[in-house]
Every structure is written in C-alpha cells, then in structure tokens.
C-alpha cells in the first residue's frame, strides 16, 4: 500500500511543479504593461537559476578529484542523490512567477522614475 499524500492540500508545495494556466490581466496588475511584467519576471527567473547553479556546483565541487582517469571515476550516492534534489525543485520561471504574482520581487524603472 502506498502513502499518496497528494490529496491533502498541506503536504502539496507552494509553487507548481508543473505548467499553469495565467490569466495575462494578473500579470500586469503590478506595472500596467505585460511585456515590463514579463522582464521583471524573467530577470528573477535568471537569479534564481544562476544561484540554484552556483549552490549546486559548490556542493558538486566536494566530490571533484585531480586524477580523471576513467577507472578511478565512481558513482558516488551522495553526488546522486544531490542531483536527484536539484532536479525535483521548481523551475526557476515557475517560482519567479509566484514570487511577482505574491508582491514579494522588488523592482524598479528607472524611465518611469525621472
């Protein structure tokens, strides 16, 4: 018997997994103009996937040896099972979304401001 937790809407994430239908008129809310919306929200999008990378890569870097001798290259489970985590986030684009949509991106357009 399986332990399928899909149907109690506390263990589900805050940010799907998965593709979203949007209404285009609750992304413009904010600036008034879909296309800035848009930007701030791919822009966002590009930091968290630059730091999600650079976290990963650190923790990867643990595992890297000097000798690249293909018989000294093993599966380590550790290295597996960061991968796996990774992998089960979010897209980035996914969670820059839901982040503009909750208020919680801080912007500014520096045009609109002079």
């Known amino acids: ?40 929200m791919s822009k966002r999008a590009n930091q968290i996937s ?3 990378k650079e976290e990963l890569h650190a923790k990867l870097s643990e595992f890297a040896s000097s000798n690249d ?3 000294e290259i093993f599966e380590n489970r550790e290295q597996i099972e960061i991968s796996k985590y990774y992998e089960k986030l979010p897209k980035p684009s996914l969670v820059a979304v839901q982040e503009f949509l909750d208020g919680k991106i801080y912007y500014r357009n520096p045009t609109k401001e002079a």
């Open 1 to 40: 018997m399986s332990n399928n937790n899909n149907n109690n809407p506390a263990t589900k994430p805050a940010i799907a997994s998965s593709t979203v239908t949007r209404d285009l008129r609750d992304l413009d809310v904010e600036t008034g103009n879909i296309y800035e919306s848009l930007v701030i």
């Open 50 to 52: 630059n730091n999600v």
């Open 69 to 71: 001798n293909l018989e």
